[in-house]
């Protein structure tokens, strides 16, 4: 494997490399999602863009997440982050819903962000902590997500 595949993300004090994910992603797909989510690959994402995006491709489902070099993050960030993009893998995957509102935070997204918090005290963000301070990402969620 090349380097790309042994970055890590510093997580409070461990550094999590991506086969780490799979136990996570296992653990809220028991606890969260009723077990019903499939297989899921990871991969880190580059650039300025999102810190994290679900894919799916002709039946694979990926969730690829931004690794923050010399930036810890907590298990808290990490937690919502991963619920996030495996509502987005529900909705798609165990709800066949092919298209839920702007940027997938349609009706189907929010339902389950609404039943996380219900039940177990889980707020959801659309738009990431980092990014919570935007008042342009803010004005565009108002307008088209909400």
Known sequence: ??????????????????????????EYNKKYFYGKLGDCRFMWLCGNGNLGK????????TIGLKRKPNHPVTDEYLEELMI???????????EN??????????????????????????KIDIVYLEKRNSWWRRLLMYLFCW
């Open 1 to 26: 494997m090349g380097k790309f595949y042994t970055y890590t993300m510093k997580v409070g004090d461990k550094k999590l490399t991506l086969k780490d994910f799979k136990p996570i992603f296992d």
């Open 54 to 61: 679900y894919m799916y491709d002709n039946g694979v489902s």
């Open 84 to 94: 996030h993009e495996m509502i987005h893998m529900y909705v798609r995957t165990v």
């Open 97 to 122: 819903v092919k298209l839920d509102g702007l940027l997938g935070h349609g009706f189907h997204f929010k339902k389950h962000c609404l039943r996380l918090y219900k039940n177990y005290g889980i």
